[in-house]
């Protein structure tokens, strides 16, 4: 193959990643050879993925959160996991946010999850 694979599971769940996490959501995506998977768009989640990967993860994923959006400061975690293999290599990457509104705000309502 000319490509590298990239391949993984993107998922949404409840919960700090120090504990149990229920997973609320799931998707499939492949990047490599063409975009593919059980996500809803996968051609924009490759493409965010790919411009979100730096220095061996996904930290690029997160942008500053949008300071016009007010979230509520309760404490209701959410952690997003990214599991699989990313250009050739296995990868698993993963993020806890405070809540669901601080997850948009920082993941500034990107495609990916």
Same mark, same amino acid.
């Given at each position: ?20 996490? $229920? ?6 995506l492949s990047c490599a050879p063409v975009p593919g998977?059980?996500? *809803? ?30 979230? *509520?400061?309760?404490?209701? *975690? ?27 705000? $920082? ?7």
């Open positions: 193959s000319l490509y590298a694979p990239s391949a993984v599971v993107l998922s949404i769940g409840k919960g700090d990643a120090s504990g149990p996490v $229920t997973v609320l959501r799931a998707t499939t998977g059980t996500h *809803p768009a996968p051609e924009a989640a490759c493409a965010e993925l790919k411009a979100g990967f730096a220095g061996g993860g996904f930290g690029g994923l997160l942008a500053s959160p949008d300071p016009d959006r007010a979230c *509520p400061q309760h404490f209701d *975690p959410v952690t997003v996991t990214l599991d699989g293999v990313w250009e050739g290599a296995r990868t698993s990457w993963q993020h806890t946010f405070s809540n669901a509104c601080v997850m948009g705000t $920082t993941l500034d309502g990107g495609e990916a999850f």
